[in-house]
């Protein structure tokens, strides 16, 4: 089996996994091109990319440009004469730098292409209570996550599973998924394909704060649903009046009910034991939440540490 000269493209911890599996394998990654260092916090401390830090612990040239058309960046990659490119969770790509290897740039996905095209396939996939997804891997094109996909893998999804879980398992089937393609290429054993038409995908959308408010007038398995498709990040949220403040309650775990009642969707009944929010056909119970300006913690704790207000209601 030859082994193939990479360069990889990547940031997050989900590329890193990717990143180190290919370095753990017989193939060489000859360099890695990630985000630039980034100041954050109050002391504004000078983070690097997940791929950065594994890079520059195993002696790989790193790569960090403004601008992935610039010259000087792109001689410098061509000098290190690569037969692939291996991109995992990383930027759009232009066509001149995409098309610069002799054997192309093929990029992981976390879902079974054409499904949930986006930046947001992990979440999306609980949100729409799916029970199976998966990861691709296919060859860049002009159109996103639209080019011919070489291998697939398919996972199932648990009722109670939430997005970060899931993100997890998909992030080291993916990095096996990675380096088996790399190895049936260096073979030519796999025979690429272009993706079916959809007439209705099922799309994966960057994901805004706007988009993360639990909307109470739907099913109670959709707001579960929703809730664990957003846990742990970005996170769900509701608004609850404490005394007379009303504050972001956000919501990373609970369970449901199904039931017949007359209460309405988005009213509230809560003591300093139980915390249950109605919804269109049922309840919701909230089991972990984080309040404005607290830390995260169990409903329990919650409504111990405001048991001295006379009312907590949703607002």
Same mark, same amino acid.
């Given at each position: %089996?030859?082994?193939?000269?990479?360069?990889?493209?990547?940031?997050?911890?989900?590329?890193?996994?990717?990143?180190?599996?290919?370095?753990?394998?017989?193939?060489?990654?000859?360099?890695?091109?990630?985000? /630039?260092?980034?100041?954050?916090?109050?002391?504004?401390?000078?983070?690097?990319? /997940?791929? $950065?830090?594994?890079?520059?612990?195993?002696?790989?040239?790193?790569?960090?440009?403004?601008?992935?058309?610039?010259?000087?960046?792109?001689?410098?990659?061509?000098?290190?004469?690569?037969?692939?490119?291996?991109?995992?969770?990383?930027? %759009?790509?232009?066509?001149?730098?995409?098309?610069?290897?002799?054997?192309?740039?093929?990029?992981?996905?976390?879902?079974?292409?054409?499904?949930?095209?986006?930046? /947001?396939?992990?979440?999306?996939?609980?949100?729409?209570? &799916?029970?199976?997804?998966?990861?691709?891997?296919?060859?860049?094109?002009?159109?996103?996550?639209?080019?011919?996909?070489?291998?697939?893998?398919?996972?199932?999804?648990?009722?109670?599973?939430?997005?970060? &879980?899931?993100?997890?398992?998909?992030?080291?089937?993916?990095?096996?998924?990675?380096?088996?393609?790399?190895?049936?290429?260096?073979?030519?054993?796999?025979?690429?394909?272009?993706?079916?038409?959809?007439?209705?995908?099922?799309?994966?959308?960057?994901?805004? $704060?706007?988009?993360?408010?639990?909307?109470?007038?739907?099913?109670?398995?959709?707001?579960?649903?929703?809730?664990?498709? %957003?846990?742990?990040?970005?996170?769900?949220?509701?608004?609850?009046?404490?005394?007379?403040?009303?504050?972001?309650?956000?919501?990373?775990?609970? $369970?449901?009910?199904?039931?017949?009642?007359?209460?309405?969707?988005?009213?509230?009944?809560?003591?300093?034991?139980?915390?249950?929010?109605?919804?269109?056909?049922?309840?919701?119970?909230?089991?972990?939440?984080?309040?404005?300006?607290?830390?995260?913690?169990?409903?329990?704790?919650?409504?111990?540490?405001?048991?001295?207000?006379?009312?907590?209601? %949703? /607002?």
């Amino acid at each position: %089996m030859k082994s193939l000269k990479v360069i990889f493209f990547g940031t997050p911890e989900f590329a890193k996994t990717s990143l180190e599996a290919i370095h753990q394998s017989h193939h060489e990654v000859v360099g890695v091109v990630t985000v /630039a260092d980034k100041a954050s916090g109050r002391g504004q401390k000078i983070n690097q990319s /997940a791929v $950065k830090v594994f890079a520059v612990e195993n002696n790989i040239p790193v790569f960090q440009p403004e601008k992935l058309r610039d010259a000087e960046f792109l001689e410098n990659i061509a000098k290190l004469n690569a037969d692939i490119f291996v991109v995992v969770a990383f930027r %759009m790509m232009p066509k001149i730098l995409f098309e610069m290897p002799e054997m192309g740039t093929f990029n992981l996905h976390a879902s079974l292409l054409p499904d949930y095209r986006g930046a /947001a396939p992990i979440n999306y996939a609980v949100i729409n209570g &799916e029970k199976k997804t998966g990861a691709t891997t296919f060859f860049i094109n002009e159109k996103i996550d639209e080019g011919n996909i070489l291998l697939q893998r398919e996972i199932e999804i648990s009722s109670e599973e939430n997005a970060g &879980e899931l993100h997890d398992r998909l992030m080291e089937m993916g990095a096996k998924l990675v380096v088996e393609t790399l190895d049936g290429l260096s073979e030519n054993s796999i025979q690429e394909k272009p993706q079916p038409e959809v007439e209705h995908p099922k799309n994966a959308f960057k994901i805004f $704060k706007e988009n993360t408010r639990i909307d109470w007038t739907q099913s109670s398995e959709t707001v579960h649903n929703f809730v664990r498709g %957003m846990s742990p990040y970005p996170a769900a949220f509701t608004i609850v009046k404490i005394g007379e403040d009303q504050k972001f309650l956000k919501i990373y775990k609970g $369970k449901f009910e199904i039931e017949s009642n007359d209460k309405t969707a988005g009213t509230s009944e809560i003591d300093k034991h139980h915390f249950k929010i109605f919804t269109k056909d049922g309840f919701y119970l909230p089991e972990e939440v984080q309040l404005e300006g607290k830390k995260r913690m169990s409903v329990k704790d919650f409504l111990n540490g405001f048991q001295h207000y006379y009312h907590i209601s %949703m /607002a």
